[in-house]
């Protein structure tokens, strides 16, 4: 049986951190070692160029800090292939054409848009590219007839919209070139990652974030000065855990769920500081970061081999995104020359 593909990816404007983890690349792994799927996992320079085009030293020195991180995390180039989204000029192309398909005012209701539209402050002023990404990450999905995306619950209403660009193609061109994709989302309440600050999400921009290339001294000092209970003054005072980020890592990185129930018990009767559940969490966390942190570390020993596994990984996602376009200019009608 033909293996299923997927696509996901991440912008490279800096290091991941465990919001990513938790988000996405987890199950990435997971799906990955099942030996069901071919996975091509893309380092979308591109996209991240739609709201950093002024900057772009900062995706250059970004690129090699994310492909350490994917493998360190146990993306295995050798099942998973890994490649540089602006090494694929079919993306462009396949964009082209898809934008002819949709409107202007799809794109602004899109949640996503409009969500990080007003996080990063454009008001009027949108970059074309931004506003456009949904069409993008269409092309870059159906260059490689990806029928799972793994992603953070937040990419949600962009997998739906690739859907309608895949539809709206094969019927406008009565064909089935195009696959459509179904979204893989974390369990639910899982997905999403608050910062330490208790803001609603982890974000490198917002600086609450712990990265999986922290040191354990790093790791400690960031969890020591997470957002608790602002009320939970004095270790006797009853706390609450709703809200409270210690206890929200805690139901999603400690295996030991009957731990964590003891714990919450506990600190909402009173008694129980807000020091000591940190230092649990802690040891939770080393225990799941140590091994990733290893393995970047003898990773990043040898960049020029991490550099040439995305040379290599570019190069095979041009041969099957250049035969999708091909299938995509003879449905449209553009094979004049054939």
């Given amino acids: 049986m033909e293996k299923k593909v997927i696509l996901t990816g991440d912008r490279p404007t800096g290091k991941l951190h465990i919001g990513h983890y938790i988000g996405s690349l987890k199950n990435r792994v997971m799906l990955q070692n099942s030996g069901k799927y071919r996975p091509f996992i893309m380092i979308a320079d591109t996209q991240a160029l739609t709201d950093n085009a002024r900057n772009p030293e900062k995706i250059r020195n970004s690129l090699i800090q994310v492909a350490l991180d994917y493998l360190a995390v146990g993306i295995d180039p050798e099942i998973s292939t890994i490649f540089v989204q602006s090494q694929i000029p079919a993306l462009f192309e396949l964009t082209a054409y898809y934008m002819d398909l949709v409107t202007v005012s799809r794109l602004e209701r899109n949640p996503t848009v409009k969500t990080e539209i007003g ?45 309608e660009i895949v ?17 893989y989302f974390p369990e639910d309440g899982s997905g ?9 999400k982890m974000s490198k921009s917002l600086n609450n974030a712990i990265y999986l290339s922290d040191d354990a001294e790093t790791v400690q ?3 020591m000065s997470m957002y608790t209970d602002p009320d939970h003054i004095h270790v006797e005072d009853p706390g609450k855990i709703e809200g409270n980020t210690v206890f929200t890592y805690l139901d999603i990185f400690d295996p030991d769920k009957d731990k964590v129930a003891q714990l919450k018990e506990d ?22 970061l140590a091994p990733i942190r290893e393995r970047r570390a003898k990773f990043a020993e040898d960049e020029a081999a991490v550099y040439e596994m995305l040379i290599e990984g570019s190069k095979k996602a041009n041969e099957v995104a250049n035969e ?4 995509v200019r003879s449905a449209i009608g553009l094979n004049y020359f054939d």
């Fill in 119 to 163: 996080q990063k402050g454009f008001n009027d002023s949108i970059p074309v590219g931004f506003l456009n990404y949904p069409v993008s990450q269409a092309a870059d999905i159906t260059a490689f007839k990806a029928s799972l995306v793994p992603a953070g619950d937040d990419q949600e209403p962009m997998i739906e919209q690739a859907r």
């Fill in 167 to 183: 539809r709206t193609f094969n019927r406008v061109y009565n064909c089935d070139v195009l696959v459509e994709p179904k979204g």
């Fill in 192 to 200: 999403r990652l608050p910062g330490l600050d208790g803001n609603a």
């Fill in 221 to 223: 000092k960031k969890v």
């Fill in 267 to 288: 600190y909402q009767k009173g008694g129980l500081g807000d020091v000591k559940i940190k230092r649990y969490l802690n040891k939770v966390l080393e225990a799941e």
């Fill in 324 to 327: 999708t376009l091909q299938q």
